[in-house]
């Protein structure tokens, strides 16, 4: 008969983590008096990210949550004939990652896309078409846009007139894609289709050019290249079958094997509510990049949701939520609502011009009809309980959000406030010191330094430059610093974000790339600690969706999603973190990943 293990959440744990309201009402149902022990994970380091234990060898697990965290010995003794048992051989255990910036949305839409727009050679555009015809489903379209358009726009501002981009070879396109139509656009407007494409869009080496278009044959053979001209392309690409939710499954299956298999077991989406968003008639496209939160709905019901999301909605809809059964801390334990979003600028809002444009400091974003109407969405939605998040990337738009937030606080009634700056890009001290006082939170992605990095200081000038990215700083003056990725980037795919935290972890300890540059770090004074990493990684997210008294740490109670690492990332050289690997991702209580040829742990 199987061992059984009786536990409560303990009352110490509420009553000294200054519970919220609504933390509280995320704290999951009590567990059955007798649950048997599902899943054991022995002979490990656990680093548990709860100050009150904060080591272990052994943790158990039964159905969903934690239920010990302790000895081998311990472990041992709740197992049952049924359990699982992983003998981990001193891997390194920690809760589940959450990244708490994705739009999830955009990554469904690039998945049927080959990357493209930073391609002016065929050896790299074949390249990167077999990276996504070994992922594509067989049979379905594969797009992309704008090839040759950085090397074109590189070409341009050097004043080179006789660029000229590359055409893909049909013969070489068809060898690796005999079972995927393909549709390219190139970024003058004209297309390339492979001969799969031909087929469907019914176009054959005897059709007659449309006005204002042309089918481009080889100038020997008269056959088709691929190459489409003007209105040829256009109208081709009107044959692409629309979107559709069976589509976007089929992708969405896909993706969420590869969050698992990067550790993610929690994200913080950009999402919007369809049935608000077609009641609306907007100015400008205010919800651009955010997920139809029917999509993680639908995998909920199907059984096949493996990252807990929770939906950072459109502020501006603020209203409307609550007829829709949305108000904070309302949802489950796999979607649960609370934050909503604004953008504030665009390109940074800085306070000074720009030291390389002295004509332009930026300004307010093009998703916002103006300063009054975004300080009242925020301190009518805060008065309603919702936290509030903005993306901000510039001196001036901190400035303005936090006077914002202060308004909220002025006008609302005193509450547990978890204000959120996203990205948080150029604050001044002042205002650092300012969102500390807050208690804010900024939504970090540490890759983004690196793109910024080379350019900062021609930006911004050296003194503005030493606080662009300034992690250390905030961490000091009390602002509490999440981890995420943007993933999947740039909504053109002008610029694509590492979704794996491995690699932002080390991006944040050590504010280098991949190759070790700069040496020593961009100003390695605001470089985080591997601890603090992992806690922005992990609790962190938990408190910034108020989940953090059922997850973000290996506690006993808390539900249990589990990383294990390859090594420890404590007791490693920062160079070397890039090279751990995930073993294994438990979400819920079971494995849903398991690396087939595990590395040997430290």
């Known amino acids: ?139 379905m379209w594969i797009t992309g846009y704008d090839w040759s358009s950085v090397a074109a726009a590189r070409a341009r501002r050097a004043g080179d007139t006789t660029f000229v981009p590359f055409s893909p070879s049909l013969a070489d396109v068809d060898r690796i894609t005999p079972d995927h139509p393909v549709l390219l656009r190139r970024y003058d407007g004209a297309y390339f289709i492979n001969s799969r494409g031909l087929q469907l869009a019914r176009i054959d080496p005897h059709a007659p050019n449309p006005a204002n278009g042309e089918y481009v044959r080889d100038s020997h053979t008269h056959e088709l290249t691929g190459m489409l001209l003007g209105s040829a392309g256009s109208r081709t690409a009107l044959i692409l079958p629309p979107a559709s939710r069976a589509r976007d499954l089929a992708a969405a299956q896909s993706l969420l094997r590869t969050l698992n298999s990067l550790g993610i077991t929690s994200i913080h989406d950009i999402a919007h509510v369809e049935e608000i968003s077609q009641t609306h008639i907007w100015s400008t496209d205010v919800e651009r990049s955010t997920t139809d939160l029917d999509l993680f709905k639908d995998l909920r019901t199907r059984g096949e949701l493996t990252v807990r999301v929770y939906p950072i909605l459109t502020l501006a809809s603020w209203q409307d939520y609550r007829a829709f059964g949305i108000t904070p801390g309302t949802g489950d334990d796999l979607i649960r609502y609370g934050t909503l979003k604004q953008f504030i600028d665009g390109s940074a809002w800085m ?113 503005r430059a030493a606080l662009g990215f300034p992690w250390r700083t905030m961490l000091e003056q009390g602002v509490r610093i999440t981890l995420g990725s ?13 979704i794996d935290p491995i690699e932002n972890i080390y991006y944040a300890v050590t504010r280098q790339r991949l190759d070790g540059t700069p040496a020593g770090g961009w100003h390695p004074e605001q470089r985080m600690t591997v601890e603090e990493a992992i806690q922005a990684y992990t609790l962190n997210g938990a408190y910034a969706s108020r989940e953090e008294n059922v997850k973000g740490s290996l506690t006993e109670g808390k539900l249990a999603d589990v990383v294990v690492l390859s090594k420890d990332l404590r007791r490693i050289a920062p160079r070397d973190i890039p090279g751990v690997r995930v073993r294994y991702t438990i979400f819920d209580g079971r494995v849903v990943y398991a690396s087939d040829a595990p590395q040997a742990a430290n």
């Open 1 to 139: 008969m199987a061992s059984h293990w009786a536990f409560t959440l303990p009352m110490l744990f509420l009553a000294t983590a200054g519970v919220s309201p609504q933390a509280l009402a995320a704290t999951p149902a009590a567990v059955a008096p007798t649950a048997a022990v599902t899943l054991i994970l022995k002979n490990a380091h656990l680093w548990t990210v709860d100050e009150r234990k904060p080591t272990a060898s052994a943790l158990a697990i039964a159905d969903r949550h934690i239920v010990l965290v302790g000895d081998d010995r311990q472990a041992m003794k709740l197992a049952g004939p049924d359990t699982q048992v992983l003998d981990l051989d001193g891997a390194f255990v920690l809760p589940g990652f959450t990244d708490t910036h994705t739009h999830f949305g955009n990554a469904v839409a690039a998945f049927y896309e080959v990357r493209v727009i930073d391609v002016n050679d065929e050896a790299l555009l074949l390249e990167r078409l077999r990276a996504t015809v070994s992922s594509v489903p067989k049979g």
């Open 486 to 498: 943007d993933w999947p980037g740039s909504f053109d795919r002008s610029s694509m974000a590492p």
């Open 351 to 463: 306070s000074k011009p720009y030291a390389n444009h002295p004509e332009s400091s930026g300004g307010l974003s093009f998703r916002v009809d103006d300063e009054r109407t975004v300080r009242d969405d925020i301190v009518g939605a805060d008065a309603l309980g919702f936290d509030t998040a903005a993306h901000v990337t510039g001196d001036r738009a901190h400035q303005v959000l936090l006077d914002w937030y202060e308004d909220a606080i002025r006008t609302n009634p005193a509450r547990d406030r978890r204000f959120r700056l996203i990205h948080a890009w150029y604050p001044s001290r002042a205002d650092i010191e300012r969102a500390g006082r807050m208690h804010a939170i900024a939504d970090v992605q540490p890759w983004q330094l690196l793109g910024e990095s080379s350019e900062m200081v021609e930006k911004l000038g050296p003194d």
